[in-house]
């Protein structure tokens, strides 16, 4: 089965520091593609970042990055410096063959 | 932002009856997903479309079906609604294959 674990339902953040959000997935498959969906109180998803599996140096975007290990099935997002508009739901999803599979979400918290 | 609308935006129905969403988009993307969300649950895919009369089913596809006679429409039919259809159901786009998608704002379904 291809599964997407997101084991921290909520989380709170200081504002301008750094949090990590955790995200594992399973499959047997080799060649896919990962993502970070950020889904504010508006319920617009957002694309965070895109990570290739068969590329082994870690997206980066702005304050995001990503900590990819292949071989862990891990991938966690880091946001540096957490401002209050990055208050949030974040989804970790991956795509294989065209089909997406989202993990049930982290509620990120920003407090001032 | 891609231009995707999805109508209704809300919808009250009763149990049995059928029901169809529509999903619009101007940007001339080839994929097209559809997704519900439910809490506990994240985002799961029930179809998506790879092309024009070009579908394949998602995760939970049960009690559902879908059509795309033309590039910028895809339609989500639940035959006979259940409550267990109840949700926020989101249309999402894709360019290309594995590339960044773009979501509706979702509509909400409620099947008493």
């Known amino acids: 089965a291809q599964t997407v674990t997101q084991s921290q339902p909520e989380m709170s953040v200081q504002e301008a520091e750094t949090v990590t959000l955790s995200c594992t997935y399973d499959?047997?498959?080799?060649?896919?593609?990962l993502f970070w969906y950020k889904q504010p109180p508006s319920r617009q998803m957002i694309l965070v970042i895109r990570q290739e599996a068969y590329k082994q140096q870690n997206a980066t975007e702005n304050r995001f990055s990503v900590n990819f290990q292949k071989a862990a099935k891990s991938f966690s997002l880091k946001i540096s410096d957490s401002q209050l508009g990055d208050t949030a739901m974040y989804f970790c999803?991956?795509?294989?063959?065209?089909?997406?599979?989202f993990g049930a979400g982290t509620r990120l918290t920003v407090k001032p | 932002d891609a231009g995707i609308t999805q109508s209704p935006r809300h919808k009250v129905t009763e149990t049995g009856t059928p029901v169809t969403l529509r999903c619009h988009q101007t940007?001339?993307?080839?994929?097209m997903y559809w997704y519900r969300q439910d809490p506990g649950h994240g985002l799961r895919l029930i179809h998506y479309s790879y092309g024009v009369k070009d579908t394949d089913k998602g995760e939970v596809s049960d009690g559902y079906s879908v059509s795309r006679s033309k590039t910028e429409d895809f339609l989500l039919t639940l035959e006979s609604a259940t409550s267990s259809q109840t949700s926020v159901y989101f249309c999402?786009?894709?360019?290309?294959?594995?590339?960044?998608?773009?979501f509706g704002p979702g509509t909400r379904l409620t099947v008493t």
């Open positions: 999803a991956f795509m294989i063959n065209n089909d997406m599979r």
């Open positions: 940007e001339n993307h080839r994929y």
């Open positions: 499959t047997s498959e080799s060649n896919y593609y």
């Open positions: 999402a786009t894709m360019m290309s294959r594995a590339d960044e998608q773009y």
